[in-house]
């Protein structure tokens, strides 16, 4: 079983629909939940982190962890042509020894 | 906002060649990371550097990957005699205790 799990996607929708992204898991030790955007050539950039079970909201994105059911979630509303891009999610037991996910390819088509 | 800075963009290099890849970290991190990305593949971890020593490697950092702080702002990976396989994009990350902070990575090419 592999450690972090994530559809590829594509995943399309048009824009103003909500996006929902998600990843599980298995190792029952990771506590830090983060999930990073990255466009194409380019490095991970941080969107959100959860320390942690429980939902985070920043905006038009929100995050929620479930460390029950090992099942991490991004939200995002009202999408922009602008969110198209790949969306990792990553995991760890602390800040620096990361695990990611394969992540998923979004397409918001206007 | 502060960045990690990463040169060259990209690097092509001939197989058997050494490569040096540079990184300019985030000014009061502490923690360092090298990461790579093969292409259509996960980013996965290579190792990790604090107190001027690796903290951690995973078991793609071999004996041909060293990594070394020369000076206060610099963190280097070098990779001694690159193979076809080490093709990638490689990213530079720190931190002091939050999330990673990444660059936006060096894609080497091995021919």
């Known amino acids: 079983q592999k450690e972090v799990e994530q559809d590829p996607g594509p995943l399309s929708v048009p824009e103003g629909a909500i996006v929902s992204l998600n990843c599980t898991y298995s190792?029952?030790?990771?506590?830090?939940f983060m999930w990073y955007r990255q466009y194409s050539r380019k490095g991970p950039e941080l969107l959100m982190y959860?320390?942690?079970?429980g939902n985070k909201e920043d905006g038009r994105f929100t995050a929620q962890v479930d460390k029950s059911s090992k099942y991490i979630s991004l939200f995002i509303r009202d999408s922009q042509p602008s969110d198209s891009a790949t969306y990792l999610c990553?995991?760890?037991?602390?800040?620096?020894?990361?695990?990611f996910g394969a992540g998923t390819q979004v397409v918001v088509t206007p | 906002e502060p960045e990690v800075t990463q040169t060259p963009s990209h690097q092509v290099t001939q197989m058997g060649q050494e490569v040096i890849l540079h990184c300019v970290p985030i000014s009061n991190h502490l923690y360092f990371y090298w990461y790579r990305q093969i292409l259509g593949q996960k980013v996965e971890f290579l190792v990790s550097?604090?107190?001027?020593?690796?903290?951690?490697k995973s078991e793609i950092f071999d004996d041909q990957f060293s990594v070394e702080r020369p000076d206060g702002s610099n963190f280097t990976l070098k990779i001694r005699s690159t193979k076809l396989e080490d093709s990638a994009m490689y990213f530079c990350a720190s931190t002091s205790d939050s999330p990673l902070h990444f660059g936006n990575g060096t894609r080497l090419t091995v021919t």
């Open positions: 959860t320390y942690s079970s």
């Open positions: 550097f604090y107190n001027n020593e690796i903290s951690e």
């Open positions: 190792n029952s030790a990771f506590q830090y």
């Open positions: 990553a995991m760890s037991g602390s800040w620096g020894k990361l695990q």
